[in-house]
């Protein structure tokens, strides 16, 4: 078990680790993907859990569904509880996001999860994390 600074989201079940230094996003592409129908899992700590060679993700219990909203305070969002890892995103600025990137991944608790680079503040970020989600295959390769 770890505990890591990410945000995590569920699309249709799948789990989204939404990764980044404090002010990078994560919340705000979270509150976007959660009003387009996302759960949240947990907001800027996230319990990462080992269960049968997937990576589960969870909010530790003082945190779970709640939501810091920059500019409203902190409060209460519907939660799914937990979520296996589908997907990793790492939030950087646009112009660290290659335009042709080759397949890559993060090795989670000593799983390979898929990963993406993604500046969260284009428009199209939380569609290309949708899109992402489709395109990623439902068995994580280990």
């Known amino acids: 078990m770890e505990t890591v600074h990410a945000t995590a989201i569920a699309i249709d079940g799948a789990g989204v680790l939404l990764r980044g230094p404090s002010a990078s996003g994560k919340s705000d592409l979270a509150l976007r993907l959660i009003d387009r ?3 949240l899992v947990a907001d800027d700590r996230t319990v990462l859990t080992l269960r049968d060679g997937c ?3 969870s909010a530790p219990p003082e945190i779970e569904g709640r939501m810091e909203v920059r500019g ?3 409060v209460p969002v519907p939660s799914c509880g937990v979520a ?3 997907l990793v995103v790492d ?3 646009a112009a660290e996001v290659e335009r042709m990137p080759r397949e890559t991944g993060a090795a989670l608790l000593g799983v390979h999860v898929p990963m993406m680079r993604l500046d969260p503040f284009e428009a199209s970020a939380a569609a290309k994390v949708r899109l992402a989600i489709r395109l990623t295959p439902d068995e994580v390769a280990r």
């Open 91 to 93: 939030l950087v600025r």
């Open 72 to 74: 409203i305070g902190i």
């Open 84 to 86: 296996t890892l589908r």
């Open 55 to 57: 990576v589960e993700a």
């Open 37 to 39: 129908g996302a759960r």
